[in-house]
């Protein structure tokens, strides 16, 4: 054990002493919007300006011909679903490593999630493992860009186009990512983003559908599974549904703050991408610790960074480990959710609607503890800790110090 330094849950000097730097995420050129969009005497995205707007932006910094604005990020991946044409007993492979969000829309389609093993470096899906699981009532991949970090897009397209399945980016956590100088979200069929609190930017609540197919019909169907299935293009509506879909509509007042937003994202991104290499650079060498793999020629921006302890390199728990960070003052928490998505009560008893089995009936599919053994070791072994684009170049510094100290402390 090297014990050069004394550990601050020892009784030792704590490494960060200052706070952390912070800043306002918000301010007057959102009042201005907000303000704009209230005199407009209209809060309806069909009648007003700032959502249309909002949109155009976005169409512009992606290079995408159409997008949809929807409530939130779950709103988005819904409708990704919906406009692929995901249907009853259809599987759809994904990560067993997301949020909640990434799966609701699956089974309110009454399609049967699917979960793909992932890489134990990257933290996403392996190629190999979705190929995997395809079986004939496969329909769609929906891949999740974790923490800002692009999935290995090139394989996953080519097994896409192999068995004739849709691709639906979750870039819930991946502003302005690139996967080999392409933006992810701009990769797949329909590309998925989220303007909750928890995000890069922020309309409180809120989504985007990127439609990259370039073709309108598909942009005129996404468009209108977002809106329940009413057609509403220029002045024209149509209010004769031939089929189900929900009311996922943006407010003019969700879209006249991301208009606001875009405008700060190019310099949110690259605040975190260097704070994320940063982190890299200074704790790549440790022997007891894994960080997180970036494919080549891309760029992660780190909307969290995550990395993993290499258990048989330390002389403690990962709870021990854990709890001397906070010590040290940087917080921290074991994973990034508590179990991998398979293992939660609604798969494990295949309830997704009160006192029914429904949709899981339709599917040979079963969940069971080590079905993604990857994804559970990532969860066993992974560190997260919170980044804010607003942190000081000497915040990130104190960061790496307490980590490497903490790891140099326990290091066998």
């Not at 704009?36 to 290079?63: C, I, P, R, W």
């Not at 969000?101 to 979705?130: E, R």
Request: hydrophobic letters at 35%; aromatic letters at 10%; proline letters at 5%.
């Amino acid at each position: 054990m090297n014990q050069m330094h004394k550990l601050a849950i020892h009784g030792g000097d704590k490494t960060k002493t200052t706070p952390f730097g912070t800043g306002k995420r918000f301010g007057l050129e959102e009042a201005k919007e907000l303000l704009e969009a209230l005199e407009q005497n209209t809060l309806f995205y069909h009648f007003g300006h700032k959502v249309n707007k909002f949109l155009s932006d976005f169409n512009d910094m992606y290079q995408v011909p159409y997008s949809v604005a929807t409530s939130s990020g779950t709103a988005a991946l819904h409708v990704a679903l919906g406009a692929a044409g995901i249907t009853v007993g259809d599987e759809v492979i994904t990560s067993p490593i997301t949020d909640q969000g990434t799966v609701i829309g699956i089974l309110y389609q009454n399609a049967i999630p699917v979960f793909a093993d992932l890489d134990p470096h990257s933290y996403n899906l392996d190629p190999a493992s979705i190929e995997s699981r395809i079986t004939p009532r496969t329909k769609a991949i929906l891949v999740v860009h974790l923490a800002g970090n692009p999935c290995d897009m090139d394989p996953i397209m080519e097994i896409a186009k192999k068995h004739n399945l849709k691709v639906i980016e979750d870039c819930a956590q991946a502003y302005l990512t690139k996967y080999k100088s392409r933006l992810v979200g701009t990769i797949g069929d329909y590309g998925c983003f989220s303007t909750n609190d928890f995000k890069h930017i922020s309309t409180g609540d809120g989504g985007i559908v990127t439609v990259n197919s370039g073709l309108e019909e598909d942009y005129h169907r996404t468009h209108a599974f977002s809106d329940k299935n009413y057609r509403r293009m220029g002045t024209d509506v149509g209010r004769t549904p031939e089929s189900l879909a929900p009311n996922y509509r943006m407010t003019e007042l969700q879209g006249a703050v991301g208009i606001a937003q875009l405008q700060k994202l190019e310099w949110i991104c690259e605040q975190r991408s260097r704070i994320g290499m940063t982190l890299d650079a200074g704790l790549q060498e440790l022997p007891s610790l894994s960080i997180m793999k970036i494919p080549e020629a891309s760029t992660c921006t780190y909307w969290f960074y995550m990395f993993r302890l290499v258990m048989e390199n330390l002389t403690c728990s990962r709870e021990d480990f854990c709890a001397a960070l906070s010590a040290e003052g940087i917080t921290n928490r074991m994973g990034y959710i508590p179990d991998v998505i398979y293992m939660q009560p609604m798969f494990q008893q295949k309830h997704a609607y009160p006192g029914s089995t429904f949709p899981f009936e339709l599917s040979d599919v079963h969940y069971q503890r080590g079905d993604c053994p990857h994804a559970e070791a990532i969860l066993q072994t992974a560190v997260q800790v919170p980044l804010s684009e607003f942190y000081t170049h000497q915040d990130v510094l104190d960061i790496v110090t307490a980590i490497r100290k903490v790891a140099l402390y326990y290091q066998k």
